[in-house]
Structure formats: structure tokens, C-alpha cells
């Protein structure tokens, strides 16, 4: 399937690719511990767990996409050849949690040792860098799939490296960055990745 962006320009993914176009051959490298499921995934089960106990209201945005060539091989069966963002992502998931908005990103990675800036965009950054200006709380959950190591990284840590990298700096934040800056979350089964843990670590901390 083709995805454009609302200038025609044909959408490549960097870094990991989007869960719609994911193949299953992608699932059976993941850890027996994650069961194929992706971080995406993980983090719906626990959103989901944090509504039906009344904890947290928090959703994934829905994608802006305009399909524009539509083929029927069968006829119980559409397959979608071509589409357009109708104006460019923000951010995966947002809610409100005990008087806070939350924004936030999610991003795997397959190396070891640190994390590539490639995976962000510039209006995403934007965008958090708005949220945060407004009093909300804007992160980034990040999961380290062949370590499996999940940590939720402030977004001033974010925009520090974004910032060092326009200036020609590293184009990655080190596995280390993560270890001393942010907090890491080990999963579980209810909730799965219990990030809301984090965020009350991290208030802790700035008040």
C-alpha cells in the first residue's frame, strides 16, 4: 500500500515501521515474554486497564488518512493500494489522568546501546514542546525490544538531544541517558506497562 503525505510526497518510514504496515514476519522475533505482541499493543492493554478502573482516561489518536484507490480481488475483500495523510501525525496516544493532560510518543528500537533521533520528527517535537508550554506533561515510552527495557523519557530530555543534534550533535540518545534521566518500567501483567508509575516519580522529582 502506497501513503502519501498532504504534499503527494510518498511516505517512507524511518525507523520502525507503522503496526498497519507490519507484516507477521516482524512478530516472531519479539521475546517469548512479549508473546508477539508489539509496544503498541502493550500500551492499549494498559490503557484500556486504567479505564475500566477508573484511573485513567487515555487513547490513541486516530490516524488523519484519505484513501484514494480502493481494489476489491474478491468480493468479500478490500485492499487499500493508495492513501494520503490528510495533515501530518502529532503524537500516538493522549488523556487525562488525576487533573493531568498527558501526551505522549512510543517508540521500539532494536539496538542495544542507544536510541535513534530518526525515529522523532520535527513536529512532534513541536508539538510536545505546545503541550508542555500549556502545563501539560508530554514524554516519550520507549522500549528497548532486545533488551527488553521499557522506560518513559521526560520530554526536556528529548528536546535537549533533539536540540544538540540540529547543531550537529549526536544523532542518538545513549542507553545510558535513559538509565540516569528517565525512569524505567518493568512490565507486568496488570497493567502491562504501569507508565502512570513513572509520571508520579517524575512529578516527585520537579516539585
Same mark, same amino acid.
Given at each position: 500500500?502506497?501513503?502519501? $503525505?498532504?504534499?503527494?510526497?510518498?511516505?517512507?518510514?524511518?525507523?520502525?515501521?507503522?503496526?498497519?504496515?507490519?507484516?507477521?514476519?516482524? /512478530?516472531?522475533?519479539?521475546?517469548?515474554?512479549? =508473546?508477539?505482541?508489539?509496544?503498541?499493543?502493550?500500551?492499549?492493554?494498559?490503557?484500556?486497564?486504567?479505564?475500566?478502573?477508573?484511573?485513567?482516561?487515555?487513547?490513541?489518536?486516530?490516524?488523519?488518512?484519505?484513501?484514494?484507490?480502493?481494489?476489491?480481488?474478491?468480493?468479500?475483500?478490500?485492499?487499500? =493500494?493508495?492513501?494520503?495523510? =490528510?495533515?501530518?501525525?502529532?503524537?500516538?496516544?493522549?488523556?487525562?489522568?488525576?487533573? $493531568? $493532560?498527558?501526551?505522549?510518543?512510543? %517508540?521500539?528500537?532494536?539496538?542495544?546501546?542507544?536510541?535513534?533521533?530518526?525515529?522523532?520528527?520535527?513536529?512532534?517535537?513541536?508539538?510536545?514542546?505546545?503541550?508542555?508550554?500549556?502545563?501539560?506533561?508530554?514524554?516519550?515510552?520507549?522500549?528497548?525490544?532486545?533488551?527488553?527495557? $521499557?522506560?518513559?523519557?521526560?520530554?526536556?530530555?528529548?528536546?535537549?538531544?533533539?536540540?544538540?543534534? /540540529?547543531?550537529?550533535?549526536?544523532?542518538?540518545?545513549?542507553? %545510558?541517558?535513559?538509565?540516569?534521566?528517565?525512569?524505567?518500567?518493568?512490565?507486568?501483567?496488570?497493567?502491562?506497562?504501569?507508565?502512570?508509575?513513572?509520571?508520579?516519580?517524575?512529578?516527585?522529582?520537579? /516539585?
Amino acid at each position: 500500500m502506497t501513503i502519501r $503525505y498532504p504534499n503527494g510526497k510518498v511516505y517512507k518510514p524511518s525507523g520502525e515501521v507503522p503496526k498497519v504496515l507490519k507484516t507477521n514476519k516482524k /512478530e516472531k522475533n519479539l521475546s517469548f515474554s512479549n =508473546r508477539g505482541k508489539t509496544l503498541e499493543d502493550e500500551i492499549n492493554e494498559t490503557n484500556l486497564f486504567y479505564l475500566n478502573h477508573q484511573i485513567a482516561v487515555i487513547h490513541k489518536k486516530p490516524v488523519p488518512i484519505q484513501i484514494v484507490k480502493v481494489e476489491y480481488p474478491k468480493r468479500s475483500a478490500a485492499v487499500i =493500494r493508495e492513501a494520503y495523510f =490528510r495533515t501530518a501525525s502529532t503524537t500516538d496516544y493522549n488523556g487525562v489522568w488525576n487533573g $493531568y $493532560y498527558l501526551d505522549f510518543e512510543a %517508540k521500539e528500537t532494536e539496538s542495544k546501546t542507544s536510541f535513534p533521533l530518526k525515529n522523532v520528527h520535527s513536529h512532534q517535537i513541536k508539538h510536545m514542546e505546545d503541550v508542555i508550554k500549556q502545563q501539560g506533561i508530554a514524554f516519550m515510552i520507549v522500549r528497548f525490544s532486545k533488551l527488553d527495557r $521499557y522506560f518513559i523519557l521526560p520530554f526536556q530530555i528529548l528536546f535537549d538531544a533533539w536540540n544538540k543534534m /540540529e547543531k550537529g550533535g549526536a544523532k542518538s540518545i545513549p542507553l %545510558k541517558v535513559f538509565e540516569l534521566s528517565s525512569v524505567e518500567v518493568s512490565p507486568g501483567f496488570n497493567p502491562r506497562i504501569d507508565f502512570l508509575s513513572a509520571i508520579e516519580k517524575l512529578i516527585a522529582n520537579k /516539585e
